[in-house]
């Protein structure tokens, strides 16, 4: 059984291979818009995702504190208030935590809770001593929150008794390696021997330098919280629910209530300002694209006027000769957005090879989603189709005998 074109198929097809030049102009310039808009759209998202996921890798989504103390404004005997000073905010522990953790688990879009004690203290070794903040946890829970075992250097993650995990730029500047001791001390006075059980490179100096994970028990004694929590941390299955889980559980519990929107503000801005300039390129693209098929489907009309008059007088409805330049905008556009995605996935190949991380791995992988593809195809073929249709209806309404007469 053979396969037979339509009519309409036939006569489009004809048209294309008939004005090889234009046809070729045109898919070069449907090629290269679909290409710049994959590249960009794939290219902008990996980069997004890995920005995202290297920030909240080492912090929680939502963490619950207790409410800061404030004071009352006194009155004197004149009725007139009086200036008092802000008070001092002191280390406290939230209040009923386990029930509070139990309600924040229940909540939904939360995926992990994990308590913690944390409180400023002094790391000691011989006459060197750096400030640190001391990060009392339950180490299965807080894997949840932060994958901690992807950033060990050597040893695990794993704080027992007064095994202690500390950052490689501590240990640099203690000059510390695993097995070896150092001293914790905090401004109560009370202080511990710790041994060094794991080293981690979290990609940040600053955490690498500050960052004393031990048990909970631990902390809860050196930080004189005898039972208690200092924060709650949180990880939510949809990172941009954030802000509406931390508000959620700010009405339920009346804790202070922070989110990773609020605390990155700038990375967050920084993340919609791509968006936006990715939308805005892809439309421009998009609308040269579109104009591009236009005009050289109306220059197609004006060069086949006879062809046209011709087909029209042998019995050619307009439906028809509408038809034959809405496939061929239909055409351009899906053989366009196959070459385009072939294009941008050798120019992903390309810039992957180029650009490196400062460890040198890839900035972003060589990879193109069928997502991107489909969608491609399918605005692609799309804006070819209505890019056709104005010339197509000017094709369509032409009167044959004056057709055949130009």
Do not use: C
């Amino acid at each position: 059984m053979k396969f037979r074109l339509s009519f309409a198929w036939l006569v489009a097809l004809r048209f294309l291979r008939e004005g090889r030049m234009q046809t070729l102009l045109i898919l070069a310039g449907t090629t290269g818009g679909v290409a710049v808009i994959v590249f960009l759209t794939q290219l902008i998202t990996q980069l997004q995702a890995q920005i995202v996921d290297r920030v909240l890798g080492s912090q929680a989504h939502v963490i619950l504190r207790p409410p800061e103390e404030s004071n009352r404004r006194a009155v004197d005997e004149d009725g007139y208030a009086t200036l008092i000073e802000p008070r001092a905010q002191r280390l406290r522990s939230i209040d009923q935590w386990e029930t509070v953790m139990r309600l924040a688990a229940a909540t939904p879009g939360v995926t992990a809770v994990s308590p913690m004690a944390t409180g400023p203290g002094f790391a000691v070794r011989g006459q060197a001593n750096r400030a640190i903040a001391l990060m009392g946890v339950d180490a299965e829970r807080y894997r949840q929150i932060v994958r901690m075992e992807e950033y060990m250097q050597s040893g695990r993650f794993a704080v027992a008794g007064t095994h202690a995990v500390i950052g490689v730029e501590l240990a640099r500047d203690l000059g510390l390696r695993l097995g070896d001791k150092l001293r914790v001390a905090v401004a109560n006075g009370r202080d511990e021997l710790l041994q060094v059980g794991g080293i981690f490179d979290i990609g940040n100096k600053d955490l690498n330098r500050r960052w004393v994970f031990v048990t909970l028990p631990l902390a809860q004694s050196l930080l004189d919280l005898p039972g208690g929590v200092s924060n709650l941390d949180l990880t939510v299955a949809d990172i941009f629910e954030a802000r509406a889980i931390a508000d959620t559980l700010r009405g339920a519990t009346g804790l202070s209530v922070d989110n990773w929107m609020q605390t990155n503000a700038q990375l967050l801005a920084a993340l919609r300002n791509q968006t936006v300039s990715n939308n805005l390129i892809r439309s421009f693209v998009t609308l040269i694209v579109a104009l591009g098929i236009a005009s050289v489907l109306v220059v197609s009309v004006v060069q086949k006027q006879k062809e046209i008059g011709i087909l029209r007088a042998m019995g050619a409805s307009r439906g028809m000769i509408l038809r034959v330049f809405l496939i061929q905008g239909a055409v351009v556009g899906a053989v366009g957005s196959v070459a385009g995605s072939a294009l941008a996935f050798t120019l992903l190949q390309v810039f992957s090879s180029i650009y490196r991380n400062a460890d040198g791995s890839p900035l972003f992988a060589a990879e193109l989603e069928p997502r991107f593809m489909v969608m491609a195809a399918l605005v692609a073929t799309s804006v070819g189709l209505l890019s056709a249709l104005i010339p197509a209806r000017r094709a369509a309404r032409m009167d044959p005998v004056q057709a055949i007469r130009s």
